[in-house]
């Protein structure tokens, strides 16, 4: 996801740094910003979200965060919060924090620790796999590889939490369990409906029966059209309830050879799924409703149940998780970067989210950036560097001009971060 990128540029590595040049008369080094800020910097994460999936299943206690998101949406949906699970505390900053993603407001809120075993951690990552999979993959067998592989807890250090579905407050263990179908999971036993469900009403999928429980609310993959759809409702055919094909043309349901008692198949009321987007882009269109959501009736018969249940209000949210993840790591490397500046930065009353607007660059094509801070800031430390050159040194204007320019230059900059140790934990992604 586009972003802010300053905002890792500025937790840069400190290879290379030196002593920053010497002030007095005004004659700093010959150094440039490239012999101590490299290209290629290595990526980082905030600790609060490195872990390898093998220790954060055995963790026990989890921080459980409350993301909802209420505004202007681009479709009809109204989207569901989500918990999010993460293996300490995020600091202050998330006991309370709002921001804005495509013209949503999203409000994040401490709500709890809770105790995980291994057993719902795993069902939980498998949940989480398969849905984000399900918006952003490029098909089938993309989400099929991510699923057949889920049950693999790497070793090796990464970004590591969970997304979880919530009802009522409370993580939906239900909608969990019964998420993934045996379509990508062969250890899956039985999927034809669920346990609440007295009184089965079978329908004919590609797969074998299915209860209308399960079907409702589900996502469905079609091999002929190699598209998943989000399953709404129902249409059941008579003599009476003529067909309406996307030719605009009518036919009666006998002559599409459909069993027309009331046992028979009914069509399933579906629409595409939700698409992933970059809902922190300035330029993010809105008010228009989101691509592929036109509704379409399918044949059961046709279709393979990938997810069960999983709502239009839970995909809907989860195609804002890319673009709440990336706010959520960059605010929590802005809220360590002002620990690292030490006390003096603490003593001010200065969130995380106004530090990442100084790190966010213009090019980033987000909603704020350092434009309008960079002005004020540029102007209060040539004032304050002024100042001091001027009480300390007895030369004459122009000559502590020169000097001013070589101490606020961006090389000499540059070699104070480094110095400073103005970094955070390198870890390796997968």
């Known amino acids: 996801m586009g972003g802010s990128a300053g905002a890792g540029a500025g937790m840069a590595d400190a290879r290379g740094g030196g002593a920053p040049p010497e ?52 479709t009809t949906a109204t989207p569901a919060d989500i918990i999010l699970a993460v293996k300490c505390d995020m600091g202050p900053e998330f006991l309370y924090n709002l921001f804005n993603s495509g013209g949503v407001d999203v409000t994040i809120r401490y709500m709890s620790i809770v105790h995980l075993n291994q057993e719902q951690v795993i069902f939980a990552r498998r949940f989480q796999t398969t849905i984000i999979s399900l918006l952003i993959g490029n098909g089938h067998s993309e989400v099929r590889d991510a699923i057949k592989y889920f049950h693999e807890l790497q070793v090796s250090e990464g970004v590591v939490y969970l997304l979880l579905p919530s009802v009522s407050g409370k ?41 209308r429980c399960m079907l409702q609310n589900s ?58 987007q970059n809902f922190l882009y300035k330029c993010y269109g809105k008010g228009k409703e989101t691509s592929g959501r036109i509704a379409v009736k399918l044949p ?3 279709c393979r149940v990938v997810m069960a249940p999983v ?24 809220a360590k970067l002002k620990i690292q ?27 704020f950036s350092l ?8 102007s209060f430390l040539k004032y304050v560097t002024g100042q001091h050159l001027f009480s300390k ?25 480094c110095n400073r140790n103005l970094v955070v934990r390198k870890i390796c992604t997968f």
């Open 311 to 334: 709502s239009t209000n839970i995909l809907c949210s989860f195609s804002f998780v890319p673009s709440i993840m990336y706010r959520i790591q960059c605010l929590l490397l802005s």
């Open 171 to 211: 993580i939906d263990w239900c909608g969990i369990k019964f998420s993934t179908s045996s379509v990508y999971d062969a250890t899956e036993k039985d999927m034809g409906h669920c346990h609440s469900c007295k009184d089965p009403d079978l329908l004919q999928t590609m797969d074998g029966p299915c209860c």
């Open 23 to 74: 002030a007095d008369e005004g004659a700093g080094g010959n150094d440039t910003a490239e012999d101590t800020y490299q290209h290629g910097q290595p990526v980082y994460f905030p600790e609060e979200l490195v872990d390898n999936w093998v220790s954060f299943s055995r963790r026990g206690l989890y921080y459980c965060y409350n993301i909802s998101l209420r505004g202007c949406l681009n």
């Open 371 to 378: 434009e309008s801070l960079e002005t004020l800031g540029d």
């Open 393 to 417: 040194y007895k030369h004459r204007e122009g000559k502590l001009t020169s000097m001013r320019k070589e101490l606020v230059s961006n090389t000499t900059l540059c070699h104070l971060a």
């Open 219 to 276: 996502v469905v993959y079609i091999p002929r059209d190699r598209k998943f759809y989000n399953i709404t409702g129902f249409l059941d055919l008579n003599e009476n309830n003529p067909l309406h094909l996307r030719d605009e043309s009518v036919v009666s349901s006998a002559r599409r050879g459909l069993c027309l008692t009331s046992q028979s198949n009914p069509l399933l009321v579906a629409s595409g799924l939700f698409t992933v």
């Open 341 to 367: 500046l030490g006390p003096r930065m603490q003593q001010f009353n200065i969130t995380a989210l106004k530090i990442l607007e100084a790190l966010t660059t213009k090019e980033c094509q987000e909603e």
């Open 300 to 302: 059961p018969e046709l």
